[in-house]
């Protein structure tokens, strides 16, 4: 089935270093796909998305491109700062039949020290 | 107004209490989510309703009762809960199944 596999965490890095977390993807048609962040004690923010290939997500100097040919989503920033540390979650669009869902990965922590 | 509003933001039972959480959205969404979230783990979907029928439901355990009254509120109403049920409960909305969610604050439930 589908399914999102992310790199595994926690993720630290210093203030200002540069930001790579990977994510795949299984799917069998063509998902949309996301990224979310939760910060401590609070809901799920959408963070950027792409609805299909090549497209490129950006929002808040974080960017994702939608790579078909390898299956990938991976979220990038250049200068990340203490206020983005918190838990990242990579996720796509699933359809079955007259339904369909969001299916996350498992999440990265982040932590930026300053 | 993007926003999803849950409420309570906090909320304690016993094991024998009836308690219901709400969501709403004015959005104009047609797609409605109950997520459950334990602690450093994803969300888990529990229910999904669309133009105000359920859609899906994952195998919940019937002490977990949802209702979608219009096009705007969700609730879930709650009963005879186990400790193991306490979580984070997270509603969200779309404006189709499959596309961006947004979601609320969420409700912190501890089972007593």
């Known amino acids: 089935g589908d399914s999102v596999t992310q790199m595994e965490g926690p993720v630290t890095l210093s203030e200002e270093a540069f930001l790579t977390i990977n994510c795949t993807y299984t799917?069998?048609?063509?998902?949309?796909l996301f990224w979310y962040v939760q910060y401590p004690g609070e809901g799920l923010q959408l963070l950027l998305k792409?609805?299909?290939?090549?497209d490129k997500g950006s929002n808040k100097g974080f960017e994702a491109t939608y790579r078909k040919e390898t299956t990938s989503f991976h979220l990038e920033k250049g200068s990340v700062q203490v206020s983005d540390s918190a838990v990242y979650f990579c996720?796509?669009?699933?359809?079955?039949?007259?339904?369909?869902?969001?299916?996350f990965g498992q999440g990265t922590t982040l932590q930026v020290k300053p | 107004d993007t926003e999803v509003t849950q409420t309570p933001k906090h909320l304690v039972m016993g094991m024998t209490n009836k308690k219901s959480l709400k969501c709403e959205q004015h959005?104009?969404?047609?797609?409605m989510y109950w997520y459950k979230q334990k602690a450093k783990k994803p969300p888990e979907l529990m229910f999904v309703?669309?133009?105000?029928?359920?859609?899906i439901n994952e195998s919940v355990p019937s002490r977990f009762s949802p209702e979608c009254p219009n096009s705007s509120l969700l609730n879930l109403h709650l009963h005879a809960l186990q400790p193991e049920d306490s979580a984070l409960y997270l509603c969200?909305?779309?404006?189709?199944?499959?596309?961006?969610?947004?979601f609320g604050q969420g409700t912190r439930l501890t089972v007593v």
């Open positions: 996720a796509l669009s699933y359809f079955s039949g007259n339904t369909g869902k969001l299916i």
């Open positions: 799917a069998t048609g063509y998902p949309s």
């Open positions: 792409a609805t299909k290939a090549d």
């Open positions: 959005m104009g969404h047609r797609a």
């Open positions: 309703y669309s133009y105000e029928k359920l859609s």
């Open positions: 969200a909305s779309a404006p189709d199944l499959g596309s961006e969610a947004f």
